[in-house]
């Protein structure tokens, strides 16, 4: 079995704001590309165009709609539609790596990245059967599993410009919703970040201490009541100046 470091020297993560997700799965593509022409084999799909599509993705949307609950200042809140991406969380105490017969699932020490050393992958599934999270893919034409990498090819890539140096997802996400970065850093900005907006751990009774945070959805704003009738029933200006003042008195004295 594969051991985990005691510590690492960064915690690198994504902090992932579901207030302001769309859902428009472009993260999902930009993985899927990525991935598939860079790191590691190539992301198989067995169908990729027909009715029951299936495939290897690292990264996954789900949507739920989600109802509120009532308050004093709302008895029936409105219900939200809730976009929720998915994909490794890069745990500190990840029960995926301490599983591996093989040691091919390794968490780093100098960044705190689970990876898969696919040539050491036999494929037995350990490691997605004791992911709480199904963060783990198997490749069915490759025969070994796979997951997100933080796109480590890319991060540490000198080649690529400053701005290009973050995972394929953040990068391509047109909302700002996701953010990387070092969460073992209190003064990072996606530390700051989770602090401001009560980022939150996901299923955090597993025990697995995942890196990656969420940042929960805002209540929706509610409109103030007003008449649209009002701006046309009341007068512009109640002293009118210039030419309609003009005009005005003119049509007083006819």
């Keep these: 079995m594969t051991t985990l470091p005691t510590q690492?020297?960064?915690?690198?993560?994504?902090?992932?704001?579901?207030?302001?997700?769309?859902?428009?799965?472009?993260?999902?593509?930009?993985?899927?590309?990525?991935?598939?022409?860079?790191?590691?084999?190539?992301?198989?799909?067995?169908?990729?165009?027909?009715?029951?599509v299936s495939g290897t993705f690292l990264n996954r949307v789900h949507s739920y709609s989600v109802q509120p609950l009532a308050t004093s200042d709302k008895v029936q809140p409105a219900a939200q539609t809730i976009h929720f991406p998915k994909s490794c969380l890069h745990c500190e105490d990840a029960p995926c790596v301490t599983v591996c017969p093989t040691g091919a699932s390794y968490k780093r020490v100098e960044d705190g990245i689970v990876l898969v050393n696919e040539?050491?992958?036999?494929?037995?599934?350990?490691?997605?059967?004791?992911?709480?999270?199904?963060?783990?893919?198997?490749?069915?034409?490759?025969?070994?599993?796979?997951?997100?990498?933080?796109?480590?090819?890319?991060?540490?890539?000198?080649?690529?410009?400053?701005?290009?140096?973050?995972?394929?997802?953040?990068?391509?996400?047109?909302?700002?919703?996701?953010?990387?970065?070092?969460l073992g850093d209190p003064n990072s900005d996606v530390s700051i970040l989770v602090a401001e907006r009560g980022g939150m751990n996901l299923m955090p009774e597993q025990g697995t201490k995942p890196v990656n945070q969420y940042l929960p959805p805002r209540p929706k704003d509610a409109l103030p009541e007003f008449d649209v009738l009002a701006?046309?029933?009341?007068?512009?200006?109640?002293?009118?100046?210039?030419?309609?003042?003009?005009?005005d008195k003119t049509l007083e004295k006819l």
């Design 8 to 52: 690492t020297q960064k915690k690198l993560g994504l902090v992932i704001d579901l207030d302001t997700c769309v859902g428009c799965h472009a993260c999902v593509i930009s993985c899927k590309g990525w991935n598939t022409e860079n790191y590691g084999a190539p992301l198989s799909d067995q169908n990729a165009y027909g009715k029951d």
């Design 119 to 182: 040539q050491d992958c036999i494929g037995c599934g350990l490691c997605a059967w004791a992911c709480p999270y199904g963060a783990r893919e198997m490749d069915q034409e490759e025969g070994v599993m796979k997951k997100c990498t933080l796109c480590v090819d890319r991060i540490y890539n000198d080649n690529l410009p400053e701005v290009d140096r973050v995972p394929s997802c953040v990068r391509t996400c047109p909302s700002n919703a996701r953010h990387f970065g070092d």
């Design 231 to 247: 701006p046309y029933l009341e007068p512009v200006s109640e002293d009118p100046k210039g030419f309609l003042g003009w005009l």
